[in-house]
C-alpha cells in the first residue's frame, strides 16, 4: 500500500498533467457509443456507462483543485518513492486496479489527482449509477468515471459490462474501484460487494491487471 498525504507547493506541476494519458479518446465517446450501440447493447445502457473524459476540463479542474488545496494550507505529500517506481515500470503494460476505501464523494477527485501526480496514466473509476445525477454526473464523466447498475442482474447488462471492462484492460486504463459499493458512514470498512471482481476474474486480460491498494482517511468529511 502507498501511503500519501497532501502538500501544496508539490502539486503545482499538476497543472501541466505530465502523467496524463494522451487522451487518443478524448472526443470519440460518440464513436464509442456508437460502437457499442451496434454491438446490440441497450442504447440508454451505453449512454450512462461510458465515461467523457475531456482534456480541456481536466486542465481546468485540476488546476482550481491545485489552487484550492493552496488556499487550504494542505499538508506533505509523502509518497514511497520505491513503491512508486515500481508501479512505474509497469503501468504502459498492464492496467493498475486500485482498491480504496469509500469515505467521501471527495475519493472520486482525489485518487485521479493522486494518479496524476504519480506520473501514472488516467483512471476510470467504478461509479454508482445513483451519482449519475447533476452536475455530480456530469462532473464525474469528464473525470472518467463509468456508471454501473447495482443489483441489475440482467444478462443484456451483463455482457455491456464484461464488454466495457474488456475494452477498458485492453487499452491498459488504470482503474479505480470502491469495494464496498458506497459510502461508509462512520469510517469503517463495510462488507464488499464481489460482482466487479467476479467479471474481473473471468475477463480474458486478467494477466494484465495488478491490484493496488489504497486508503483514504479524512479529519473532515463534508458529507
Known amino acids: 500500500m502507498i501511503f500519501m498525504a497532501l502538500d501544496a507547493e508539490n502539486l503545482l506541476w499538476v497543472r501541466k498533467l505530465k502523467g496524463l494519458k494522451p487522451l487518443e479518446l478524448a472526443n470519440s465517446f460518440k464513436v464509442l457509443k456508437a460502437q457499442f450501440d451496434k454491438s446490440g447493447h441497450d442504447p440508454m445502457h451505453v449512454q450512462e456507462m461510458l465515461p467523457d473524459i475531456r482534456r480541456r476540463f481536466l486542465q481546468v479542474s485540476l488546476g482550481g483543485l491545485v489552487w484550492m488545496l493552496k488556499r487550504m494550507a494542505a499538508h506533505t505529500w509523502v ?10 515500470k509497469v503501468d504502459r503494460d498492464h492496467t493498475l486496479v486500485f482498491v480504496a476505501n469509500h469515505c467521501s464523494n471527495a475519493d472520486y477527485i482525489f485518487l485521479p489527482l493522486m494518479v496524476n501526480q504519480m506520473g501514472l496514466w488516467h483512471t476510470h473509476i467504478l461509479a454508482s449509477s445513483k451519482l449519475n445525477i447533476f452536475p455530480f454526473g456530469w462532473l464525474y464523466k469528464r473525470w472518467g468515471a463509468y456508471f454501473v447498475r447495482q443489483g441489475e442482474r440482467s444478462l443484456q447488462y451483463y455482457k455491456l459490462l464484461r464488454a466495457w471492462l474488456s475494452y477498458l484492460l485492453k487499452q491498459n486504463f488504470n482503474l479505480l474501484v470502491f469495494p464496498e459499493g458506497g459510502l461508509s458512514q462512520d469510517g469503517l470498512l463495510r462488507k ?9 476474474m473471468k475477463a480474458p486480460e486478467i494477466s494484465k491487471v495488478i491490484v493496488v491498494p489504497v486508503m483514504f482517511a479524512y479529519d ?4
Not at 509518497?79 to 512505474?88: F, R
Not at 464488499?192 to 474481473?200: A, D, E, N, R, T
Not at 473532515?220 to 458529507?223: A, D, R
Open 220 to 223: 473532515w468529511v463534508p458529507e
Open 79 to 88: 509518497i514511497d518513492g520505491e513503491k512508486l517506481s515500481e508501479l512505474n
Open 192 to 200: 464488499p460487494q464481489s460482482g466487479f471482481f467476479k467479471i474481473l
